[in-house]
């Protein structure tokens, strides 16, 4: 299901099957490996007023890449999450073959709503970030992928820097926390 204001679609979410694949779609693009997230929220969460904790952009594709805090901490969390106090499940959302990026607003904290626009050409789509702190728009393929998704306590201050979950078994056991900036395994796959 799809809500439209304006000729633009807000990020929403169904199943459908393709080539033998569930793949979840989120307005019109399409979450290639959604069973990462659908385990912990039954489907993927709305992606609406979410905090955008950074970006990453590759030459590799190109691709941009979005950390996201999403909107609520899961009913069906793993005890382990339950028991160290965690509250938010973030993840990154990776966009593939990106192109004509516009940032115009970048003022961390940042808090945004993700708005797709499909452009009928090539499987590709118009993605809009905007809200508290944050004004990016950029066109990619539709088809996304999602990673490195952990569950952590928001510090008092709001920052991501304590002791993370993660749900991939070579992420658990490489860190502990988010590595730095630098580390390209984790930041451009």
Not at 41 to 51: N, Q, T
Not at 132 to 146: K, N
Not at 174 to 182: Q, V
Request: hydrophobic share 40%; with cysteine; aromatic share 10%.
């Amino acid at each position: 299901m799809a809500v439209r204001s304006g000729g633009e679609l807000q990020i929403m979410v169904s199943d459908y099957q393709f080539l033998g694949r569930v793949i979840s779609v989120i307005g019109e693009f399409h979450l290639v490996n959604h069973e990462l997230l659908g385990s912990l929220y039954g489907r993927v969460p709305d992606l609406s007023d979410v905090r955008i904790r950074s970006m990453n952009l590759s030459r590799a594709g190109p691709t941009l890449t979005l950390r996201i805090d999403l909107p609520y901490f899961p009913r069906s969390a793993p005890r382990k999450w339950i028991d160290a106090g965690a509250d938010t499940v973030q993840c990154q959302f990776q966009f593939l073959a990106v192109e004509n990026i516009s940032l115009t607003c970048w003022a961390p904290p940042t808090r945004g709503t993700l708005v797709v626009q499909p452009l009928g050409r090539e499987r590709r789509m118009r993605v809009s970030v905007s809200g508290h702190g944050i004004a990016l728009t950029f066109e990619s393929s539709e088809f996304v992928q999602v990673g490195h998704v952990s569950a952590f306590k928001v510090e008092a201050d709001g920052s991501d820097g304590g002791r993370h979950f993660f749900v991939s078994r070579v992420d658990a056991r490489k860190y502990e926390s988010l590595p730095g900036t630098d580390e390209k395994t984790f930041y451009e796959r």
